[in-house]
């Protein structure tokens, strides 16, 4: 399988589909949402809402939550995330207070080496990911506003790092009060990574392709262009 | 597990995600895009070709919107199943006007959409193989191998890079048998150089200068 329009499928549905009330996202921040929903549908679902917690109080907050009941096929991820460029060979850290709620997988801050289609590419299993996979800081659900901070060195030929805040599986995570900044030697690199199940998307994709790769030859849909 | 389903939400998010270039009709199961250059919008649109739609005798077209680069590419396709280690030939009647880039029938493996394919970051096989069009009405075909080791998912389709439009009509796909040769052909291979060219330069120039994230006050 081409994993590539994969990723471009939740992109896609992030912007054409028909949300009520879709959260407001602030500027610079994108959306990623890679749900496998429990009950297949012709449209593109919306698996988590990304933006502003309008309803907290105090500071603003940057929330992703879980809307939509998911198949356990393998592991759904929600993420508000940015790319940045030129911090090739620095250690970097994304610090801020996050909070998690429900049961998710796992919920944190991250930082990984490569493009917008990190998180995809770890969501489906693609070859190799599990030689580059986003170190992240969990937060515990349930315990209220947790200090955080993800610390990464970024390869010497990494043109491009993807931070931000995810949530794996069902529930919600917000974030608030982020920092960004290089740090010296001195300050340890975050050794855990987002706990995600690569190896079990990258088992479902491999008996998926198998599986397709099985149908007879099928012939031109509407050719007369009815 | 029907895996049939996994298939579905990509499929249709493709379909929905291809109507930035729907002002022509879409006719049922082909799937129309385009290039999107901001802030004008999508590069080609492309669908039935209107003039051809009383005759009974319906042509696709794909055609560029206003003064278009090499790398701008338009397409309307379709993905058919079950050719994994098979050798498919498509075949259609095919004319291009005024195109200083690249236009004619394609075929592609994958679900990667074919206005797509000269911008992927990752390199490419050998496909998608590429027959060109002619100036007036012309059969062509393009013979192309889709891989064993894939889901065996193969795109056919009509394609345009830069200026100027292309029509298809008469359309057939088949299986055919190792005696009928491989198209040699490429798919719009300058637009492929330029855009990969185009990405390489940007990644260098934003590589240069740290720029950190922005907005984390979230504002």
Same mark, same amino acid.
């Given at each position: 399988?081409?994993? *590539?329009?994969?990723?471009?499928?939740?992109?896609?549905?992030?912007?054409?589909?028909?949300?009520?009330?879709?959260?407001?996202?602030? %500027?610079?921040?994108?959306?990623?949402?890679?749900?496998?929903?429990?009950?297949?549908?012709?449209? $593109?679902?919306?698996?988590?809402?990304?933006?502003?917690?309008?309803?907290?109080?105090?500071?603003?907050?940057?929330?992703?939550?879980?809307?939509?009941?998911?198949?356990?096929?393998?592991?759904?991820?929600? $993420?508000?995330?940015?790319?940045?460029?030129?911090?090739?060979?620095?250690?970097?850290?994304?610090?801020?207070?996050?909070?998690?709620?429900?049961?998710? $997988?796992?919920?944190?801050?991250?930082?990984?080496?490569?493009?917008?289609?990190?998180?995809?590419?770890?969501?489906?299993?693609? $070859?190799?990911?599990?030689?580059?996979?986003? *170190?992240?800081?969990?937060?515990? %659900?349930?315990?209220?506003?947790?200090?955080? %901070?993800?610390?990464?060195?970024?390869?010497?030929?990494?043109?491009?790092?993807?931070?931000?805040?995810?949530?794996?599986?069902?529930?919600?995570?917000?974030?608030?009060?982020?920092?960004?900044?290089?740090?010296?030697?001195?300050?340890?690199?975050?050794?855990?990574?987002?706990?995600?199940?690569?190896?079990?998307?990258?088992?479902?994709?491999?008996?998926?392709?198998?599986?397709?790769?099985?149908?007879?030859?099928?012939?031109?849909?509407?050719?007369?262009?009815? | 597990?029907?895996?049939?389903?996994?298939?579905?939400?990509?499929?249709?998010?493709?379909?929905?995600?291809?109507?930035?270039?729907?002002? /022509?009709? @879409?006719? @049922?199961?082909?799937?129309?895009?385009?290039?999107?250059?901001?802030? @004008?919008?999508?590069?080609?649109?492309?669908?039935?070709?209107?003039?051809?739609?009383?005759?009974?005798?319906?042509? /696709?077209?794909?055609?560029?919107?206003?003064?278009?680069?090499?790398?701008?590419?338009?397409?309307?396709?379709?993905?058919?199943?079950?050719?994994?280690?098979?050798?498919?030939?498509?075949?259609?009647?095919?004319?291009?006007?005024?195109?200083?880039?690249?236009?004619?029938?394609?075929?592609?493996?994958?679900?990667?959409?074919?206005? /797509?394919?000269?911008?992927?970051?990752?390199?490419?096989?050998?496909?998608?193989?590429?027959?060109?069009?002619?100036?007036?009405?012309?059969?062509?075909?393009?013979?192309?191998?889709?891989?064993?080791?894939?889901?065996?998912? =193969? @795109?056919?389709?009509? =394609?345009? =890079?830069?200026?100027?439009?292309?029509?298809?009509?008469?359309?057939?796909?088949?299986?055919?048998?190792?005696?009928?040769?491989?198209?040699?052909?490429?798919?719009?291979?300058?637009?492929?150089?330029?855009?990969?060219?185009?990405?390489?330069?940007?990644?260098?120039?934003?590589?240069?200068?740290?720029?950190?994230?922005?907005?984390?006050?979230?504002?």
């Amino acid at each position: 399988m081409d994993y *590539r329009i994969l990723l471009i499928a939740p992109i896609a549905a992030m912007v054409l589909s028909a949300n009520a009330n879709p959260p407001v996202l602030p %500027s610079g921040w994108i959306p990623a949402d890679l749900v496998v929903p429990a009950v297949p549908s012709p449209k $593109a679902p919306v698996g988590y809402d990304i933006g502003l917690d309008t309803e907290a109080a105090g500071p603003a907050s940057l929330t992703v939550h879980s809307i939509l009941p998911q198949g356990q096929a393998y592991q759904s991820i929600g $993420a508000a995330h940015q790319v940045v460029f030129g911090y090739a060979g620095q250690r970097v850290r994304l610090s801020g207070q996050v909070r998690a709620e429900g049961s998710p $997988a796992w919920a944190g801050l991250y930082i990984g080496a490569g493009d917008v289609g990190l998180l995809a590419d770890m969501h489906f299993g693609k $070859a190799g990911v599990e030689d580059h996979l986003p *170190r992240g800081a969990a937060a515990r %659900s349930g315990a209220g506003w947790q200090d955080l %901070s993800v610390v990464f060195d970024v390869p010497a030929g990494a043109s491009s790092i993807d931070l931000g805040l995810a949530l794996v599986g069902e529930g919600q995570a917000w974030v608030r009060g982020l920092h960004f900044d290089v740090v010296g030697p001195k300050v340890s690199p975050t050794a855990s990574t987002i706990a995600y199940d690569w190896a079990g998307a990258r088992a479902v994709m491999e008996a998926t392709r198998q599986s397709i790769a099985k149908f007879s030859p099928g012939s031109l849909q509407n050719p007369t262009l009815e | 597990m029907d895996y049939r389903s996994l298939l579905t939400i990509p499929l249709a998010a493709l379909a929905i995600s291809a109507s930035g270039a729907d002002k /022509l009709r @879409q006719p @049922q199961g082909w799937i129309a895009g385009s290039s999107y250059v901001w802030p @004008q919008g999508a590069s080609h649109e492309a669908g039935v070709a209107p003039e051809t739609e009383a005759s009974g005798h319906r042509a /696709l077209t794909v055609k560029a919107i206003g003064e278009r680069g090499m790398s701008d590419i338009g397409s309307i396709s379709q993905y058919v199943f079950g050719y994994a280690g098979k050798r498919a030939r498509f075949t259609a009647q095919v004319k291009a006007i005024g195109v200083d880039g690249w236009a004619g029938l394609v075929i592609g493996d994958g679900f990667l959409p074919l206005w /797509l394919h000269p911008g992927a970051r990752e390199a490419d096989t050998a496909l998608p193989r590429g027959a060109a069009a002619c100036p007036d009405w012309c059969e062509v075909s393009v013979v192309a191998d889709i891989p064993a080791s894939g889901n065996g998912v =193969a @795109q056919v389709g009509l =394609a345009l =890079a830069g200026n100027g439009q292309a029509w298809a009509r008469d359309l057939t796909l088949e299986a055919v048998g190792p005696e009928v040769p491989l198209s040699t052909g490429g798919f719009a291979e300058k637009a492929s150089e330029a855009q990969k060219a185009a990405r390489e330069k940007f990644l260098s120039e934003r590589a240069a200068k740290a720029t950190p994230p922005v907005n984390l006050l979230l504002q």
